[in-house]
C-alpha cells in the first residue's frame, strides 16, 4: 500500500514554483506545516487487475458518454482507486479500429461513478479522418528510411491516426533502427502523412539517460542458487536478473553465474563488479517504488526488469529500451568508468514506470518532462539507499564523469550549470534536446524540495536561483516527491506539456494534501 501522508503542505510553495514551468517567475512561499493524520491509498495492486476489468467492460458507455464518435472506441490501459473511493482510470484510443497516437486521456470517477473531470492528450475531433490512405505503404517505409540516414527497417508501416500535434491526420508509423551519434542504439518511430507522404513526427523508442561494486561498495544483492550454482537473478524482486554483454551490442546477454555467492571486488577489471552495481540499483530502485507508493514493479504487475551491463565498447551511456523491457549500461571512455551509479540505476528504470503511466512522448515539451522525471525519481532512489559511497544529492550522474573534468552530468538546483540546460521555461524549451529541457522541471523539483538560496543539503553545497531573485520556501523532497508521482500517474497524458505539468502538480498536491492547504 502506497504511504501518502495527508498533510497539509502549502500550496502557496506549489504555486510559487509551478510558475516556473509556464512563466520563470515564482512568488514568495512559505514554509510547509508538520504532517497530519490521514491517507491518501491507491489501490493496491492485487485490485488493479479487477479495477482493469470492471472499466473494460463499460469502454463503449463510457465512450459515448465522453462524446466520442461512432468510429473511436476504448481501451483500458490502467487504473487505480483512492482510499476515498475515486477512480482515475487511463486509455488509449482507436479510430476504425486504427490505433490513435496523442488520443489517450484520463477519466476520474467519484465512488458512486459520476465523471469528476477528464484529462485528455488532445481535444481535436476526429471525425471525418476515414481510414483509406492516398499514400502506398512501401512509399511511407521509403520516406521513414530516408528521414533518418543509415537506418534498416525493423516494423512495416502500420496505419495510425496520428494526433499527438496539430490536426488530427491519417498517417503511417514505421519503426527503423540505428545508431544515434553517441553509439546508442535507434529504434525511431517515423510517422508519414497517409496522404502526402510528408514526415509528421520522430520520436525515439530508446531512452538514455552480497558483492562489492564500484559505486554501491558492499552491499548484499539478491540471488538464486541453482544446484551448485549462483545466478545473479532475484527471486524476491519479480525475477529480476542481471547479464554480461562482454562488449557486444545484440542479445541479451550471458546471466552472472558462479560457484560463490560473492560477487566483484570493487575495481572496474571485474567485470562482476559492474553488475553488482546494476543489480543492487534495480533491486533499490523496485524497494522505493514498492515502499513509497506500493508500485509493484515498473508496470506495477509483479514482473521485474532485467539489466545488461558491459555494452559496446567506450559507450558513454546507458539507456532503457521498452521492447526488451530492460536497462543497458555502457563501461565509459575506454572501458573504465561503468555508467551504473545508482541514480543512473533509478533514472533508467523510471523510464520504463514513465512509458507504463503517462507514456510521455519523448520529443519536445513532453520529451523534457520523460526525462525530468526520471532524473527527479533516480534522485530520490539514490536518497532512499542513502549509501556511503554515493553521498545522495540533487546532482546527476557525479561519479560517473561523464564529462571526464569531475562534473556531473546534469545539475537540479541550476541546470543552466551544465552549460545547455534551462532554468526556467520560455517560448523555446520546446525545441531544446529532451536532456536540457528537462532542467525546467528538474529545477522546479529542487526548489519544491529545498527552497532557493544558498544552501547546505546532506553536505553538499547548493545556491539555486529564480527568476528575479525572489525567494522560494521547500516542502521537503518527500512530498515534492509524492506529488510529482501523482500527476505523472493520475493527471499526465501523452502529450503533456509545460503548462499542463503546472496543473498537473497542483491537482495532485490538492489530492494529497487538501484543496485548502495553506
Given at each position: 500500500m502506497s504511504r501518502y501522508k495527508h498533510a497539509r503542505v502549502s500550496l502557496a510553495a506549489l504555486a510559487a514554483t509551478t510558475a516556473l514551468l509556464v512563466t520563470g517567475i515564482p512568488v514568495i512561499a512559505q514554509a510547509a506545516p508538520s504532517p497530519s493524520a490521514g491517507a491518501l491509498t491507491p489501490q493496491a495492486s492485487a485490485g488493479r487487475a479487477q479495477l482493469i476489468a470492471d472499466a473494460s467492460r463499460q469502454t463503449a458507455s463510457m465512450a459515448q458518454s465522453l462524446g466520442l464518435g461512432s468510429q473511436e472506441k476504448l481501451v483500458v490501459k490502467d487504473a487505480m482507486r483512492d482510499a476515498d473511493g475515486t477512480r482515475h482510470t487511463r486509455y488509449e484510443r482507436t479510430y476504425g479500429g486504427l490505433p490513435v497516437l496523442g488520443g489517450d486521456l484520463i477519466v476520474h470517477q467519484t465512488a458512486a461513478g459520476a465523471t469528476k473531470s477528464v484529462d485528455r492528450a488532445t481535444t481535436a475531433s476526429l471525425n471525418g479522418i476515414g481510414t483509406t490512405p492516398a499514400l502506398a505503404a512501401p512509399k511511407a517505409q521509403a520516406a521513414a528510411l530516408a528521414a533518418e540516414s543509415g537506418s534498416t527497417l525493423e516494423t512495416a508501416p502500420r496505419l495510425v491516426v496520428f494526433a499527438a500535434k496539430g490536426t488530427p491526420k491519417l498517417a503511417w508509423e514505421t519503426v527503423v533502427t540505428g545508431k544515434q551519434k553517441d553509439g546508442t542504439p535507434s529504434r525511431l518511430h517515423v510517422v508519414t502523412d497517409a496522404k502526402t507522404g510528408e514526415v509528421l513526427s520522430k520520436v525515439e523508442g530508446i531512452e538514455t539517460g552480497s558483492g562489492q561494486g564500484i559505486f554501491v561498495g558492499n552491499v548484499t544483492i539478491g540471488t538464486t542458487q541453482s544446484g551448485s550454482t549462483y545466478q545473479m537473478k532475484d527471486a524476491s524482486r519479480g525475477g529480476m536478473?542481471?547479464?554480461?554483454?562482454?562488449?557486444?551490442?545484440?542479445?541479451?546477454?550471458?546471466?552472472?553465474?558462479?560457484?560463490?555467492?560473492?560477487?566483484?571486488?570493487?575495481?572496474?577489471?571485474?567485470?562482476?563488479?559492474?553488475?553488482?552495481?546494476?543489480?543492487?540499483?534495480?533491486?533499490?530502485?523496485?524497494?522505493?517504488?514498492?515502499?513509497?507508493?506500493?508500485?509493484?514493479?515498473?508496470?506495477?504487475?509483479?514482473?521485474?526488469?532485467?539489466?545488461?551491463?558491459?555494452?559496446?565498447?567506450?559507450?558513454?551511456?546507458?539507456?532503457?529500451?521498452?521492447?526488451?523491457?530492460?536497462?543497458?549500461?555502457?563501461?565509459?571512455?575506454?572501458?573504465?568508468?561503468?555508467?551504473?551509479?545508482?541514480?543512473?540505476?533509478?533514472?533508467?528504470?523510471?523510464?520504463?514506470?514513465?512509458?507504463?503511466?503517462?507514456?510521455?512522448?519523448?520529443?519536445?515539451?513532453?520529451?523534457?518532462?520523460?526525462?525530468?522525471?526520471?532524473?527527479?525519481?533516480?534522485?530520490?532512489?539514490?536518497?532512499?539507499?542513502?549509501?556511503?559511497?554515493?553521498?545522495?544529492?540533487?546532482?546527476?550522474?557525479?561519479?560517473?564523469?561523464?564529462?571526464?573534468?569531475?562534473?556531473?552530468?546534469?545539475?537540479?538546483?541550476?541546470?543552466?550549470?551544465?552549460?545547455?540546460?534551462?532554468?526556467?521555461?520560455?517560448?523555446?524549451?520546446?525545441?531544446?534536446?529532451?536532456?536540457?529541457?528537462?532542467?525546467?522541471?528538474?529545477?522546479?523539483?529542487?526548489?519544491?524540495?529545498?527552497?532557493?538560496?544558498?544552501?547546505?543539503?546532506?553536505?553538499?553545497?547548493?545556491?539555486?536561483?529564480?527568476?528575479?531573485?525572489?525567494?522560494?520556501?521547500?516542502?521537503?523532497?518527500?512530498?515534492?516527491?509524492?506529488?510529482?508521482?501523482?500527476?505523472?500517474?493520475?493527471?499526465?497524458?501523452?502529450?503533456?506539456?509545460?503548462?499542463a505539468a503546472r496543473t498537473a502538480t497542483l491537482s495532485a498536491a490538492t489530492d494529497l494534501y487538501g484543496a485548502g492547504s495553506t
Open positions: 536478473y542481471t547479464t554480461n554483454m562482454n562488449n557486444g551490442t545484440s542479445g541479451n546477454g550471458t546471466l552472472f553465474t558462479k560457484s560463490t555467492d560473492t560477487w566483484g571486488n570493487g575495481q572496474v577489471g571485474n567485470k562482476e563488479s559492474a553488475a553488482v552495481d546494476a543489480h543492487y540499483g534495480v533491486a533499490a530502485t523496485w524497494d522505493f517504488y514498492k515502499n513509497t507508493f506500493g508500485r509493484n514493479g515498473i508496470r506495477n504487475d509483479g514482473v521485474g526488469a532485467y539489466s545488461r551491463v558491459h555494452y559496446d565498447n567506450n559507450y558513454v551511456n546507458a539507456f532503457w529500451d521498452d521492447s526488451c523491457f530492460c536497462m543497458t549500461y555502457g563501461d565509459g571512455s575506454n572501458n573504465t568508468q561503468p555508467l551504473t551509479e545508482i541514480d543512473v540505476a533509478g533514472h533508467e528504470m523510471t523510464h520504463g514506470v514513465t512509458s507504463a503511466t503517462a507514456g510521455l512522448n519523448y520529443s519536445g515539451e513532453s520529451g523534457g518532462l520523460n526525462e525530468a522525471t526520471s532524473d527527479i525519481m533516480g534522485t530520490m532512489v539514490e536518497f532512499y539507499a542513502n549509501l556511503p559511497t554515493d553521498n545522495p544529492d540533487y546532482l546527476i550522474g557525479e561519479l560517473i564523469n561523464i564529462n571526464g573534468d569531475g562534473t556531473p552530468l546534469r545539475y537540479m538546483d541550476k541546470p543552466s550549470k551544465d552549460g545547455q540546460s534551462a532554468d526556467s521555461w520560455s517560448a523555446g524549451v520546446g525545441n531544446l534536446d529532451v536532456h536540457y529541457s528537462s532542467g525546467v522541471a528538474n529545477h522546479f523539483f529542487y526548489l519544491l524540495s529545498e527552497g532557493s538560496g544558498a544552501k547546505v543539503v546532506n553536505g553538499v553545497n547548493y545556491n539555486s536561483p529564480t527568476v528575479n531573485n525572489i525567494a522560494v520556501t521547500g516542502i521537503g523532497r518527500d512530498k515534492a516527491a509524492a506529488i510529482w508521482y501523482r500527476a505523472l500517474t493520475t493527471y499526465m497524458t501523452s502529450t503533456t506539456d509545460y503548462a
